[in-house]
């Protein structure tokens, strides 16, 4: 077995998994970090089960052929469609320690500590909503909750074109939201299930009523790896500690650097990741 310590790895297919990485970066300060988005492929989020699976293990295996003993899919697609056959069919049959989680749990977890009144909203991809992840996790924990799910098709696009602060947003985040409010009326917590979707807060705070809260998951699934770290030592003692985070792109590094700015709030350098 190779004990050698590596970087914590973490990928999404993606820019949105950098509002994920940021979280964990802040509450976990002292660790190495290597990001991984896979933007040669985007979008994950229509993409059948099959596909995305294949595509999410091509790019953890490159993550563990550059040290990473543990990857985090911080992506809601990848977890929803791909972290299963991953951790029961791949890692099992690797000669060496392995661990990769995702951000569906860390989220349904917490959310019956956040809601009143029982009724929580799923905000999504189209991918995630058709794979019912949430529905089937939040009822594992919290059986008594009733889930209800939006899919929000143009959402992520308004990100990545840097139009989230338009006219344009407006528009579509307000139909959204009508429609999960609609659903049910008495929703007092919404989860953004789509690590782009924090990049809206502002606008979707605009349209809601003041009695419901928005829940983005970075911070949860932050503090999710900050105790899964005190409760396995054997994981936490091969992560490498030196507070240096690097940054690869499946495609252009200058589009890459330019869109992780947006994320972040601080410029990157980022190299590029030939695919096999």
Not at 66 to 71: D, E, F, H
Not at 77 to 96: E, F, G, V, Y
Not at 204 to 210: A, D, E, R, V
């Amino acid at each position: 077995m190779s004990e050698k310590n590596g970087p914590i790895g973490v990928f999404d297919s993606g820019y949105g998994g950098l509002t994920v990485f940021k979280e964990i970066v802040k509450q976990l300060p002292e660790y190495d970090y290597l990001y991984l988005g896979d933007n040669a492929r985007v979008p994950y989020g229509t993409r059948s089960f099959e596909t995305v699976y294949k595509y999410t293990w091509e790019c953890v295996q490159h993550l563990f052929e550059k040290g990473c003993k543990l990857v985090i899919l911080a992506c809601n697609t990848a977890s929803a469609k791909a972290l299963r056959s991953i951790q029961q069919n791949n890692i099992p049959n690797l000669p060496d320690f392995r661990r990769v989680l995702g951000v569906i749990r860390p989220t349904a977890e917490i959310v019956g500590e956040l809601t009143k009144t029982r009724k929580v909203g799923i905000l999504a991809t189209q991918g995630t909503i058709s794979s019912e992840s949430y529905v089937l996790e939040i009822g594992k924990f919290f059986p008594d909750i009733d889930v209800v799910q939006e899919a929000c098709p143009m959402w992520v696009p308004l990100v990545e074109n840097n139009e989230f602060n338009s006219n344009g947003a407006d528009y579509f985040i307000q139909k959204n939201l009508n429609n999960i409010l609609e659903k049910v009326s008495d929703i007092d917590t919404l989860i953004l299930a789509c690590t782009h979707y924090p990049l809206l807060l502002g606008k979707i705070k605009q349209y809601l009523p003041g009695n419901v809260q928005v829940v983005s998951q970075g911070g949860l699934v932050a503090a999710s790896l900050k105790d899964y770290m005190v409760r396995h030592p054997e994981i936490e003692r091969l992560c490498s500690k030196g507070g240096i985070s690097e940054f690869y792109t499946t495609e252009s590094t200058e589009s890459f650097n330019e869109k992780a700015a947006i994320f972040l709030g601080h410029q990157v350098f980022s190299k590029h990741l030939a695919l096999h």
